[in-house]
């Protein structure tokens, strides 16, 4: 029997595959060094010894500003929108048990997509900027809510679901394109560079914004997590264990929106995280809900990182979204860990 | 012989009798004026039916008769369009999921696992049930997690991948996650489907014993006849959603039961070896020479 290392204690007892916690530490141990590299490289370089001085307030006034002002938040919105898009097409991919499903695909990026262009294009100028994260999260609401009532059938099958969810998709992106393709020049090209995805210019107000959605999310994902792996193994088996199937699909439905929406009113629509960091994460570790969800989200949270980092240096003074990267950096790798497991 | 009775009401009166007994055996599953159906089909219609304690009862029948729709009904999969299961005298269907899947536990036909899911990691779900979020990982539950895989013979193939494993060893791990749940009620839909004949009988001595080593009450749906009179104690034909007869197999399983369940003539004899009532179907095919036969 494989290494399983176990927790029993009067009040609480847990059980998790040893190897499993030695890749996530490694893992962490990635993560913190991307968080400094980041906080490290830029226009102007600052020395790993000065940013930790200035992490222990000490350090410079200039790079003071430099670290905490301008780079520190847009690292952790980085951070926090891999993690929380990742989280997303974690839950997805186990709620429909098809590694093929993520926020984009089933149309929750979608309906965040469309309820943000339309903003841009007709309410921006009278209502302030400040709107838009609230009408991308209400359209992804309510294309999640569009897709669970259309799929609804006596009980909904994940097939349906996912299947409803792509055409809700591409309706979503049709709206979109119309909107963008009818809107004066100026504000396509906003519209377009928030479908791509950024976290340009982000500021403490975003990272504030944006924390409390996942402190509500993760912990409900992880008080999921046993029924998740159980309702894995399908409808039947599921309920023969007592798991209410119907009603775990619904919350995790509404799990992966609130993940998901937020990092996507803040950042706009980068593509692919939700999709490939849970497939790197089960590479990683065992297969279970409660490990796959921190490492999927760290795995996340690292892709989107190391996008932003080339987006800000390869083409300086160019400052290209990361959203752009995610996809460069992160399918040669997912594209290398398939191909070395055929070995 | 006597107690293989055809009427409900006489083995009604029986788990009734037996209910009173220092044994405290009442039948732990029965339906009562069940009906079901999908959509607006009925495929089961008023159904009185008590499943005797402690005992391998087998349902058969022909393809479409209703008999995996009961099965998936008495595991609460279905609800009944009218009438009641009753699990230990109560309504299946007023317990909490968590309550039932402590007594009853059920493996569903062609079970499919998450791909790289290793077969100690399927096994320890069984044991869901009976955890809670604070409590995931309990000493029973390590304790009955090593039973199951080795009273299925699956601890050497506990770190390997269910994908990997033959379709024999998938089977047996799907049922050591139904053992580590550890109720005294296991139902199966066709457990040896797609399995060989190696097998088939690997599957159903396991089952055997479970049920003579830990008085498991059994309730399965096999489609091999012969199989089944082997080993069920108490058969019961399905026939358009009713049941046609039921009983001990050597005393149901005849010519004129084979010929109104399957509509197949066929010839039956003794087991030569087990002496339970042996189905062997006409129809077409080679014959050989008696004479010749005898030399093989």
């Known amino acids: ?343 | 012989m006597s107690m293989s009775e055809n009427h409900l009401l006489d083995s009604n009166l029986l788990s009734r009798h037996l209910g009173n007994s220092h044994l405290g055996e009442s039948s732990p599953l029965e339906s009562v004026a069940l009906s079901l159906g999908y959509e607006k089909k009925n495929i089961i219609k008023s159904l009185d039916l008590v499943i005797k304690p402690n005992q391998i009862t087998v349902l058969v029948g022909g393809n479409g008769c209703g008999k995996s729709t009961l099965l998936k009904s008495f595991a609460r999969l279905l609800k009944p369009s009218t009438g009641q299961i009753l699990l230990n005298g109560a309504d299946i269907h007023s317990l909490s999921g968590k309550d039932v899947a402590r007594k009853l536990a059920i493996l569903p036909q062609g079970p499919v696992a998450p791909e790289g899911l290793t077969v100690e990691q399927l096994v320890r779900q069984g044991r869901y049930p009976h955890q809670n979020w604070l409590q995931s990982w309990t000493e029973d539950d390590e304790r009955l997690v090593r039973k199951a895989l080795q009273d299925t013979n699956m601890t050497e193939f506990a770190d390997r991948s269910i994908d990997a494993l033959s379709g024999g060893q998938r089977q047996r791990a799907w049922i050591a996650m139904a053992l580590a749940q550890n109720t005294d009620i296991l139902l199966l839909d066709e457990p040896t489907t797609y399995l060989d004949l190696t097998h088939q009988i690997e599957i159903l001595d396991l089952l055997f014993e479970l049920n003579a080593t830990q008085n498991t009450t059994i309730l399965m749906v096999l489609h091999d006849l012969n199989l089944a009179a082997r080993y069920a104690h108490n058969m019961i034909a399905i026939k358009d959603g009713a049941v046609f007869c039921q009983g001990a197999p050597e005393t149901i399983l005849d010519h004129d039961m084979v010929k109104a369940v399957f509509d197949m003539e066929c010839h039956i004899s003794a087991d030569p070896l087990f002496g339970t009532p042996m189905c062997i179907p006409y129809g077409k095919g080679r014959k050989v020479d008696s004479q010749a036969a005898k030399h093989v």
């Open chain 1, 1 to 343: 029997m494989s290494k399983f290392f176990s927790v029993r204690h009067r009040l609480f007892s847990f059980s998790t595959p040893v190897r499993s916690l030695w890749s996530m530490l490694v893992l962490l141990v990635f993560f913190l060094s991307i968080i400094l590299l980041s906080l490290c490289l830029g226009e102007e370089f600052i020395a790993l010894p000065q940013v930790l001085q200035v992490l222990l307030g000490k350090g410079g006034q200039a790079a003071q500003f430099v670290v905490e002002t301008l780079r520190m938040p847009r690292v952790l919105m980085a951070a926090m929108v891999g993690a929380a898009l990742a989280s997303s097409g974690l839950v997805l991919q186990s709620m429909i048990r098809n590694p093929l499903a993520s926020p984009d695909i089933i149309g929750i990026t979608g309906g965040a997509s469309a309820a943000a262009v339309c903003f841009l294009s007709f309410f921006a100028t009278a209502m302030g900027i400040i709107w838009l994260p609230i009408f991308a999260i209400s359209g992804a609401l309510l294309a999640a809510l569009l897709i669970y009532t259309l799929a609804w059938n006596s009980g909904v099958t994940p097939m349906r679901l996912v299947l409803v969810g792509i055409g809700i998709s591409s309706a979503m992106g049709a709206v979109t394109t119309f909107v963008i393709a009818a809107s004066p020049l100026s504000t396509s090209i906003t519209a377009y560079i928030w479908l791509t995805g950024s976290v340009y210019g982000a500021s403490w107000v975003e990272v504030k914004a944006l924390l409390p959605w996942l402190l509500i999310s993760w912990p409900l994902a992880f008080y999921l997590a046993r029924r998740v792996n159980t309702q894995e193994l399908g409808d039947q088996l599921a309920t023969g264990l007592g798991v209410p199937v119907q009603r775990l699909r619904l919350a995790l439905l509404f799990l992966s929106v609130i993940m998901a929406a937020p990092a996507i009113a803040y950042a706009g629509a980068v593509g692919f995280v939700g999709l490939i960091a849970p497939h790197i994460a089960r590479r990683l570790v065992a297969r279970s809900f409660a490990l796959l969800l921190p490492t999927s989200a760290l795995v996340g949270a690292c892709l989107v990182m190391l996008a932003d980092l080339c987006g800000r240096l390869l083409f300086q003074p160019l400052d290209i979204p990361a959203g752009v990267f995610v996809s460069a950096i992160g399918a040669p790798f997912f594209i290398y860990l398939l191909y070395r497991q055929r070995f």
